[in-house]
C-alpha cells in the first residue's frame, strides 16, 4: 500500500503570483485542465476532493471560475495579500498576451483559416474540459451525497443546461438546492448515527 505524501503549501506571495501566472500562461481555451494536474498533482497543494470542493465554490460564485479559485487558494495561506496574489498571477501576463494577440489577430479575423483555427480550438477546450470532469468523477467516491445521486445530479443539470438550454441560475439553483438539502440530510443521519452507537 503506497504512503500518502504530506501536502505542500506555496511558500510565499512570490511563489503564489509565479504560480498562477504559469498556470495562466498554459490556458489556451481554459486552464480547468491545467489547474487541476498543477494544484493537484505536481505542486500538491490540495487533494482532489479540496480541488473538487473549492471548484465547485469557485463555479457558483460571480466571476470567471479561474479567479474566484486564485482567489480562494491565495487567501488560504496568505489572507487578502494572498488572494490578490492569486489573482495578479492569473490576470497580468496574459493580459499582455491578448492584447498583443488582438493587435495581430484583428487585421486577419475574417480569413476563413483563422474562423477555422477558433473553432478547432473550441473542440479541444470541450475535450479538455470533459476529460477533466471525468477524471474527477472518483474525488465524489467520498462525497457525502453518494456517488449515484452525485452522477444524478450531474446528469440533471446538463440536460438542463446542455439539452434543455435553460438558464444557468435556474438550473444551479434548483440542483443546487437539492444538492444541498440531500447533503444536510446524509450528515446530519451520519452525525445522527455516531451520536447513537459511540
Known sequence: MSEILPLNQPRSKTDLFVSFTVLALQGFGGVLAVVQREMVEKKRWMTREQFVEDWAVAQIMPGPNVINLA????????????????????????????????????????AAWAQGALRGMGAVSAGLIAAVGLKLMSALRNNPM??????????ASFTGVG??????????????LVACSWAYWQLAQKAANAGGHP
Open 163 to 176: 439539452l434543455l438550454r435553460w438558464p444557468l441560475a435556474y438550473v444551479l439553483l434548483g440542483t443546487g
Open 146 to 155: 453518494g456517488m449515484p445521486m452525485c452522477i444524478g445530479l450531474a446528469c
Open 71 to 110: 482567489l480562494m487558494i491565495g487567501g488560504r495561506y496568505f489572507g487578502l495579500a494572498g488572494a490578490l496574489a492569486g489573482v495578479a498571477g492569473m490576470l497580468a501576463a496574459p493580459m499582455v498576451v491578448v492584447l498583443l494577440l488582438a493587435v495581430a489577430f484583428g487585421g486577419v479575423s475574417d
